[in-house]
């Protein structure tokens, strides 16, 4: 599994020659009404930060050949919410919804990012609203509803959503994530459900002297989810940018 990055390792390389999106593609069509809020632009974005991810786990893996108990979980976390990230902007049928997610995406990414100005005290040339009503505005002469197009997305909808586009289903992927973030949260309830323990004799009454260790089921299960998605965005990308879209 580990093996299948090698083809998207090299389209994330920046001395590749870009795929490019075809003029006459839904993909530009969405690109086009959107500028500068590009969708072919977020989802190659979303993809580097997945393939990036995934690379690093196939490092430790089999290149370091080291299984640690919960630190791979992050890096599958980071590539399931990227990789579910480009799928749920692609996969709507409908240019409307498509745009609207996009514009709820960049609505995301101004509110955290005035998040981080407003504590350490910056003041930016634009205000936060200033930028959200040039999203409005694209909205509007889009006819798209303008609540709508800044409505808060987190990413266990994105999660959940794209999880729909997969064979596994919605919920199988929300829980997968939600087990990849608990641990990496350090969340009691995964470690005692998601990774190998062993009760250890002598604990005195009311206590339990546990022997945690890395669970490779676990490990596996959980990274060929994001390997899916991750492949899924990939072809996804690969047919809205093609002419015409089937």
Request: aromatic fraction near 6%; include cysteine.
């Amino acid at each position: 599994m580990l093996e299948q990055i090698e083809p998207w390792l090299r389209r994330i390389d920046p001395a590749s020659p870009a795929t490019g999106v075809s003029p006459s593609s839904s993909l530009h069509g969405d690109d086009s009404r959107t500028h500068p809020y590009e969708t072919s632009q977020v989802v190659w974005h979303s993809l580097s930060h997945s393939v990036d991810h995934l690379h690093m786990l196939r490092t430790v893996l089999r290149d370091a050949r080291v299984i640690h108990m919960y630190s791979p979980y992050s890096l599958v976390r980071v590539a399931l919410e990227n990789a579910s990230a480009a799928v749920w902007m692609l996969a709507p049928p409908s240019r409307a919804d498509r745009i609207t997610r996009r514009l709820r995406f960049a609505a995301s990414d101004i509110r955290n990012g005035e998040k981080v100005k407003e504590l350490v005290g910056h003041v930016g040339p634009r205000t936060k609203d200033d930028r959200l009503d040039d999203l409005r505005g694209i909205a509007r002469r889009e006819g798209i509803d303008e609540g709508s197009a800044v409505k808060r997305v987190t990413y266990e909808e994105i999660v959940r959503v794209a999880g729909g586009q997969t064979a596994i289903g919605e919920v199988t992927t929300c829980m997968t994530w939600k087990i990849c973030s608990g641990i990496a949260h350090g969340d009691f309830w995964t470690t005692f459900n998601a990774l190998e323990r062993v009760e250890l004799p002598g604990a005195p009454p009311g206590v339990a002297h546990l022997r945690i260790s890395a669970n490779v089921e676990m490990l596996l299960y959980a990274a060929s989810f994001a390997f899916d998605m991750t492949r899924l965005a990939w072809d996804l990308l690969d047919q809205r940018s093609r002419s015409p879209y089937a």
